[in-house]
């Protein structure tokens, strides 16, 4: 099985170093770069399956770098941030992160965190197209498409949306979506399985679309038809 690759785009030194140890030491092929521009070029020139994006970097910034990374593709980002404050953390996952962590964290769970998000279903010998309603979802080329409209998915949104759509019409706790999309969970002042949720309906909810995912107020969310 080929390592997967991994670009650390951090300007200290030191962590850049911490980091790669680390996934070095797991075995991961790792590259590090020092600032946004750089980091970009290289994303470019040779994809990674990951990237372990810091917040603060000089000239653009892990916001922007983020913006343009997932501009460019569907590559994992797993954003760094030294702000523990929601509203950082909901406009990072606007700008296209997948997951986060918030320094100092221990370099164990940043391995839990990259092999969580690597993890993928095992490559579907037999690619399916899932439908419901006038939604489907083709889980080989992990895009959807609704009344003839291809919709592009990232990562997150892709399992979240395959996990609605292998359940339809069953009620899913925020603690099971927690569980199969992210698994670990957030505590419960977390807020992402909202915003997903929200970006999948903007992506699903095209013209007069009708909504599918609805929330069950206090519990989770269902997919079904309105
Ligand atoms: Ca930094």
Redesign the pocket.
Known sequence: MARERILII???AR?AQFLERGLVYESFRVSVAADGQTGLAMARDNPPDLVVL?????GLD?LEVCRRLRAAGSVAILM?T?KDDIKDRVSGLEAGADDYLVKPFSIDEMIARVRALLRRAPPASQPEILRFADLSLDTGAHRANRQDQAIDLTAKEYELLELFMRNPRQVLTRDVIFDRVWGYNFGGKSNIIEVYVRYLRQKTEIGEASRLIHTVRGVGYVLRED
Do not use: F, K, S
């Not at 810091?54 to 000089?58: E, G, R, S």
């Open positions: 951090e300007d200290e962590i810091d917040w603060m970097l000089p892990g760094l030294a």
